[in-house]
């Protein structure tokens, strides 16, 4: 698909949230308090040209440069902004002119309202982030909410974005996954395609893509299936079932697998709106106070990130175990049943 049938679908056939025709481009209402609480300090007309499909705001923000990759006018730059504080920054990327002015139409109403300014909006392409002003090594995390799907060079996407992150630093982002290749043909289609669902990644070649682009270990952090509720695009979709998922891919020095070395971490319950227990995934829910052995990996993603004054570490890598059984791999799409119910934006 070519880049202007993309930025035509963005920046005139659809003129807000309502237009979509699938619930791919949605998110699900239930939502944290820290995430309404920032949603509410949102410009209307920004929160009105949402299109996003999870929710890409990770713990720990406070003071950390973010970079979102496919901004579009704003939401999620503007909601992470008040996260990260006067001390921090967001910086917003995206190729479609009319959503990045309505972005920038209201950048000083919310530095107003937060008593800051801290956003920056860039036009460009995500397939090409070495020809942007963006310094290699410069961000801590890189966001991204239903975007990828649309690039048309995935791998360059993956490999721009490990470029521009900090050593232990994180893309955290959602996007639309298919439970197998999708035919040329579907790919061709510009509705099926704007809409976020052929443009998607096979599961499964996208954890290939992210582990040659230097993210050796993805984490699924959630999923939630999609329902095609349009009938003319549910037959011509036919057998092909999706998923939105966020994935967090840390710039770390990573095993290909899950190694034990007899380690463990404590939580010690102070991340900020998390005093029980931490999620770093969907397989790990670490109890606050509470000894959870680890593999190698899941170490490293604790002890060389932003989470480490947060744990208490057990162990070394001095002594190797073996493999650490359970540790995911698994298809996403054998982990839920289609959820029609699945609000939308
Ligand atoms: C589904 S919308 C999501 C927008 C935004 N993340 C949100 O949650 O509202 C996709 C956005 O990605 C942008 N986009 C798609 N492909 C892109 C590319 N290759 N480079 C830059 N932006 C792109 C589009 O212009 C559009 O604004």
């Not at 139409?105 to 107003?112: G, V």
């Not at 801290?118 to 239903?146: M, Q, R, W």
Request: net charge negative; with cysteine.
């Amino acid at each position: 698909m070519k880049h202007e049938a993309i930025q035509d679908y963005y920046g005139k056939t659809l003129q807000g949230s309502e237009d979509l025709q699938t619930d791919a481009c949605c998110t699900p209402a239930e939502m944290p308090e820290r995430v309404k609480r920032a949603l509410a300090n949102v410009h209307d007309e920004v929160m009105a040209r949402y299109y996003g499909c999870g929710l890409v705001m990770p713990h720990v923000l406070e003071g950390m440069r973010v970079l979102d990759l496919g901004c579009g006018a704003g939401r999620d730059v503007y909601a992470l902004a008040q996260m990260v504080g006067a001390a921090g920054e967001v910086v917003g990327v995206d190729m479609t002119a009319e959503q990045l002015a309505v972005a920038r139409a209201h950048r000083d109403w919310h530095a107003e309202r937060f008593g800051f300014a801290n956003t920056a909006f860039h036009e460009g392409y995500i397939e090409k982030l070495g020809e942007l002003p963006l310094e290699p090594g410069s961000f801590d995390i890189i966001v991204s909410n239903c975007v990828v799907n649309l690039a048309t060079d995935k791998a360059a996407v993956l490999e721009g974005a490990h470029r521009l992150l900090k050593p232990g630093g994180e893309m955290y982002f959602s996007d639309v996954y298919s439970e197998r290749r999708i035919p040329q043909a579907l790919a061709e289609d510009p509705v099926l395609y704007g809409e976020c669902l052929s443009g998607a990644l096979y599961w499964n070649d996208f954890l290939r893509l992210a582990r040659e682009a230097g993210f050796p270990d993805p984490r699924m952090v959630e999923s939630r299936p999609l329902a095609i509720g349009n009938p003319a695009l549910a037959e011509k979709l036919g057998p092909h079932r999706f998923l939105s998922a966020t994935y967090r891919l840390f710039k770390l020095d990573l095993e290909p697998d899950c190694e034990d070395y007899g380690q463990a971490v404590i939580y010690k319950g102070t991340i900020p709106d998390s005093p029980h227990a931490f999620a770093l995934d969907d397989h790990h829910e670490i109890q606050a106070g509470k000894v959870f052995p680890v593999c190698g990996n899941t170490w490293k993603m604790l002890a060389e990130t932003r989470f480490a004054e947060h744990f208490t570490f057990i162990g070394d890598f001095s002594t190797h175990y073996g493999i650490f059984e359970g540790c995911g791999g698994n298809s996403p799409f054998n982990a839920a049943a289609p959820d029609a119910a699945a609000s939308c934006c």
